[in-house]
């Protein structure tokens, strides 16, 4: 098992390009969801799916869209990149409609905006 | 903003001493989880207190709950240089789909 992977692992846009942060998981886990980590912040939940063709916002949903058309995929896209995204991204995973909730990350994507 | 609070931001003790780090959080919980991150990687889940328990042991690591204070204790027990990591409390909401993690306290373990 991979587990989660996230691809890639940095990058650096100009304001107003748009971007993909890619995120996938072999452990057949329905829920998916995304953070930011941000200096003194923590993490902060951006989107998650609980499943394909099923997603919701989270803490700080402004600036991203995602969608979920497969189990093992969960894109982030950012539409016009702004100084305040830059960030450390976490991708992360875990089982659904259980009692575990252990989540399991990625490595992360550190995305710097100009 | 739901995002707890960790106390101390930082800490530093001698191997073999212990570490106790402390979250405070804001709305009732199902669950309360610590995970630990090494410098420049992700998250690793370590252990879950469910919000009916008062106590929890893993290996070295002791955690307790009181939700009448809204907070929680992780207790690091003859600690190890391996140990020097931040360490965040993730709580959720009543729907168990959002997940509000605290600031982190950094660990530093001097051999």
């Known amino acids: 098992n991979a587990g989660v992977t996230q691809t890639p692992k940095f990058q650096v846009l100009k304001t107003g390009q748009s971007m993909t942060l890619q995120c996938a998981q072999d452990m057949n886990h329905e829920y998916m969801s995304w953070y930011r980590q941000d200096p003194g912040m923590g993490l902060r939940l951006i989107h998650y799916?609980?499943?394909?063709?099923?997603?919701d916002q989270g803490e700080v949903p402004n600036g991203y869209n995602v969608s979920r058309s497969t189990t093992e995929d969960f894109p982030l896209r950012l539409l016009s990149a702004a100084p305040s995204q830059t960030s450390v991204y976490f991708c992360?995973?875990?089982?659904?409609?259980?009692?575990?909730?252990?989540?399991?990350f990625g490595p992360g994507t550190r995305l710097t905006v100009t | 903003s739901q995002q707890g609070e960790e106390d101390p931001q930082a800490l530093s003790i001698q191997e073999g001493e212990n570490a106790t780090m402390n979250c405070s959080y804001k709305t009732s919980i199902n669950n309360l989880q610590w995970y630990r991150q090494n410098s420049g990687r992700g998250l690793v889940h370590l252990i879950l207190i469910r919000s009916n328990e008062r106590e929890k042991h893993s290996g070295r690591l002791r955690v307790t709950l009181d939700t009448s204070k809204k907070s929680s204790s992780l207790l690091i027990t003859a600690s190890r240089a391996a140990d020097t990591a931040s360490y965040f409390c993730a709580t959720d909401d009543s729907t168990g789909n959002q997940f509000y993690f605290g600031t982190g306290t950094s660990l530093t373990v001097i051999p």
């Open positions: 992360a995973s875990r089982p659904y409609g259980t009692a575990e909730y252990e989540q399991y």
């Open positions: 799916s609980v499943g394909a063709g099923i997603t």
